[in-house]
Each structure stands twice: as structure tokens, then as C-alpha cells.
């Protein structure tokens, strides 16, 4: 049996995309290869970074203030150092810093109306 083996990609809709791959570039350093689109090299990642696929439930509330049916959620070094720099750039923070015995997480919306997840792993030792 064939099995998926990694993202390859989170494609999606916005009003302008070049505006805002702009603003994720300079507020939380993307790496655009084009005006609208960036990637991540696996070989970048810290160990115990992984990407999580998960199915919530139709009626969650988990994604919201946003208004969108999915939500981005990206890996960084510290996610309140993170959230600040955000909103020092126009993002907002949706709710509080939370922290569960696999990590750290944050919240924001972005530009574009977007909510998504901030996310330090916690390193075994």
C-alpha cells in the first residue's frame, strides 16, 4: 500500500496574496520564493518539530475568531516573544499563552482575518 510520507504543501485563498505573504515575510520571516508563496526545508527543522494532521469536529469552536474551517499551525523558538513581534506589526492575539506537557502554544489573526496557531515544542531531554 502507497502512504503519504509528508506535506507537500497548505495551499489556500486570500483577498490579496502578494500583500500578504509581504506582512508573513516581514513579521515573521518567511522565506518567499515567489510574490505569494514560501517554503520550508524539512532539513531546517529542530528535533522534535513534526507536522500534525488533525480532523476537529464540525462544530468546534477551536478555530475561532476566525472565520476560516482550517487553521496554519507554525513552529517557533519562543510563542510569546513571537505574539509580540506580531502585534508590534498589526496582528492580533487571540486568547492566552497556553502551555501542555508537548508545548507552548499562541494564537493570532493575521491580516487577512486568518486565526492561526504558534507552537514551541517541548524537547525531550
Not at 12 to 21: D, G, H, I, R
Not at 22 to 50: H, I, M, R
Not at 60 to 89: A, K, R
Request: aromatic share 16%; net charge negative; proline share 5%.
Amino acid at each position: 500500500m502507497q502512504k503519504v510520507r509528508a506535506v507537500g504543501g497548505l495551499f489556500f485563498k486570500c483577498q490579496e496574496p502578494e500583500k500578504l505573504a509581504t506582512w508573513y515575510k516581514e513579521v515573521l520571516g518567511f522565506e518567499l520564493e515567489a510574490p505569494f508563496c514560501a517554503s520550508f526545508d524539512p532539513q531546517n527543522a529542530q528535533k522534535g518539530d513534526k507536522t500534525v494532521w488533525g480532523a476537529f469536529s464540525a462544530d468546534t469552536s477551536y478555530f475561532q475568531p476566525g472565520q476560516q474551517d482550517f487553521m496554519f499551525n507554525f513552529i517557533v523558538d519562543d510563542v510569546e516573544s513571537m505574539l509580540q513581534q506580531i502585534e508590534e506589526h498589526g496582528g492580533q492575539r487571540a486568547g492566552d499563552v497556553v502551555v501542555e506537557d508537548y508545548g507552548v502554544f499562541g494564537w493570532f489573526v493575521d491580516p487577512a482575518g486568518f486565526k492561526v496557531e504558534l507552537w514551541t515544542p517541548i524537547q525531550d531531554e
